[in-house]
């Protein structure tokens, strides 16, 4: 991770940890995500094989979901509060404190990545760093979903916990394309008490 990457990584651990105890009220269980979400991760878990990783993990409860589809799933988070209540709550999962631009897990060994509104706080100029090193790790033909603030263009927001970017879904599914994925859905919802939300889900390429 270069310095602008690095500095952001750090503006993000304190504006969640500041506020971790709000966000687990708020976001921090399954009983706070839209039906229709739930329903996509959990088709998109039922794709996959081998070890997961919700990659931006927050309080681990994708964590817990995913593993409830009878995947091998893990954490990682940059925000120590957010992991000490993942493994408090979650003792049989593994969670691991740190980056996701610099992930511990061999070459192509997981099966999938899960990120849930956690690349939503990287400048559009760093996020391809991310993406590289979810394609590292993925093996070919494994799945990655991404979830994200939609919008019409990359712009910039004053999110609660620091500024984060709305992206379009073709611009999205364009950094995913570069990145070693093949776009496989594109989803889109808008409602009131909500921001249009996009979720994509992708799949490295390279598999026979
Ligand atoms: C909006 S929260 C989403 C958390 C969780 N996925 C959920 O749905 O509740 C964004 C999360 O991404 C994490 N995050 C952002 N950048 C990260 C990075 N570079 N490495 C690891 N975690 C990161 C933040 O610490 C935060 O927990």
Redesign the pocket.
């Known amino acids: 991770m270069d310095n602008a990457g690095a500095r952001t ?1 750090d503006i ?2 304190e504006a ?1 940890s500041a506020r971790s105890g709000e966000y687990v009220d708020l ?2 269980s399954m009983a706070s995500v839209h039906p229709s979400d739930r329903a996509l991760v959990g088709s998109w878990a039922d794709t996959l094989t081998g070890p997961v990783l ?6 681990g ?2 964590t817990d979901f995913l593993a409830g589809c009878g995947l091998a799933a893990s954490g ?4 120590p509060e ?1 992991v000490d209540r993942a493994r408090a709550r979650y003792p049989h999962l593994s969670f691991d404190l ?4 610099t992930l511990d897990a061999a070459t192509e060994s997981l099966g999938g990545v899960l990120s ?3 690349l ?2 990287h400048h559009p100029k760093d996020f391809r760093t ?1 993406l590289a090193e979810f394609a590292r790790v993925i093996r070919p033909g494994g799945g990655l979903l991404v979830g994200f603030f939609e919008g019409r263009a990359v712009e910039p927001f004053d999110h609660a916990a620091t500024t984060a970017y709305r992206w379009p879904v073709v611009e999205l599914g364009r950094e995913l394309a570069a990145s070693g994925f093949e776009v496989i859905e594109t989803h889109t919802r808008t409602g009131s008490g909500y921001r249009p939300h996009g979720a994509i889900t992708a799949r490295r390429q390279g598999a026979g």
Request: hydrophobic content about 40%; overall charge negative.
């Open positions: 990584g993000v651990r969640y976001f921090g919700d990659a931006g993990c927050g309080p409860q994708w990682i988070d940059l925000v957010f740190g980056g996701f631009e849930w509104y956690s939503i706080h991310p």
